[in-house]
């Protein structure tokens, strides 16, 4: 495994006590997931993104948070 560092994620840790936080904390997952499809990735970053920024008024970067995951695919 090389030793590269990944990015840190803009969203916060999550708790899950209600359907939209566990709603948030799933796309976050799909975005982080190495073997997700690049699209399918960006496309949960992009609905991470928007639920978290309803969620707390905090806007973060959807492809920031999809190239987390591109990141951990090419650790791999």
């Known amino acids: 495994m090389a030793d590269k560092e990944i990015p840190e994620s ?5 708790k899950s006590d ?3 936080q566990r709603s948030e904390k799933s ?8 073997t997700v499809s690049h699209e399918a990735r960006v ?9 978290h920024e309803q969620r707390t ?3 973060i ?9 591109d990141k951990k695919a090419g650790d791999q």
């Not at 803009?10 to 999550?14: G, H």
């Not at 796309?27 to 190495?34: T, W």
Request: charged share 25%.
């Open 61 to 69: 970067d959807p492809y920031h948070e999809a190239g987390i995951g």
């Open 10 to 14: 803009q969203a916060q840790r999550v």
């Open 27 to 34: 796309y976050k997952a799909a975005a982080h997931n190495p």
């Open 43 to 51: 496309s949960a970053a992009q609905k991470l993104s928007e639920l």
């Open 57 to 59: 008024g905090d806007k």
């Open 18 to 20: 209600t359907q939209e």
